[in-house]
């Protein structure tokens, strides 16, 4: 059974912090992951994906991905209130071609 | 752009009725596409994954005769809930991958509330 694991929070940073969110996930041969936003009622939206170890940038958003330790992250720079929501971390794995997904990360930053 | 459609957005309907949701991929060729369900405050469930001119695949314990899947196109995908009840309330919610790449781009998703 693969599973992506994550931590349901709620995370809570000041306005203007570095949130930090982490996702480990159980199958080493993973070789894609995703990071989706979800606002509470809505449908979720990609963030941003990764495939190479290391870091990988976008505007304040930076996915961090070590594959030996089988864990990506998501560093949120200059948190702002409009990015509290659930972040949802995916891997490609399932056998349909499908996105394994974790549980969520329900950020809140304060004003 | 990578823009997934919906249709309807919210629903209400009778229990014991049929209720169609429509995903449109608007700007790309979707081989493949997801459905998803989410009740309040869970995770997204997957439902089945859908793809183009063939049977959709269901994950254990949806009831393929209860969901019905159709992916006519590479720009459309259906999902039917045949005889909907109560506990089928939920947010359902399409996803849709361009041809050849992994990336998942979701649809506003279908409130689907049944009386």
């Known amino acids: 059974q693969k599973e992506v694991e994550q931590n349901s929070g709620p995370l809570s940073v000041p306005e203007g912090a570095i949130a930090s969110l982490n996702c480990t996930y159980s199958d080493r041969g993973s070789q894609s992951f995703f990071w989706y936003r979800q606002y509470s009622g809505k449908s979720p939206e990609l963030i941003m994906f990764i495939y190479s170890n290391g870091d990988k940038e976008d505007g304040r958003f930076t996915a961090q991905l070590n594959k030996a330790s089988q864990y990506v992250s998501l560093l949120i720079r200059d948190s702002q209130p409009s990015d509290s929501a659930t972040y949802l971390c995916a891997v490609y794995g399932g056998s349909q071609g499908n996105l394994i997904f974790g549980k969520g990360t329900k950020l809140s930053v304060k004003p | 752009g990578a823009v997934v459609s919906q249709h309807p957005s919210r629903v209400i309907c009778k229990s014991g009725t049929s209720v169609k949701i429509e995903c449109r991929s608007l700007d790309f060729q979707a081989t493949t596409m997801f459905w998803y369900r989410q009740f309040p405050k869970q995770s997204l469930m997957l439902m089945a994954t859908s793809n183009e001119g063939s049977k959709a695949t269901y994950e254990q314990g949806v009831e393929k005769d209860k969901f019905l899947i159709n992916h006519a196109s590479l720009t459309l995908s259906t999902l039917t809930v045949t005889s909907a009840h109560p506990e089928d309330s939920s947010f359902y919610i399409c996803?849709?991958?361009?041809?050849?790449?992994?990336?998942?781009?979701f649809g506003p998703g279908t409130r689907l509330l049944v009386l």
């Open positions: 996803s849709a991958s361009r041809t050849g790449t992994k990336t998942q781009y």
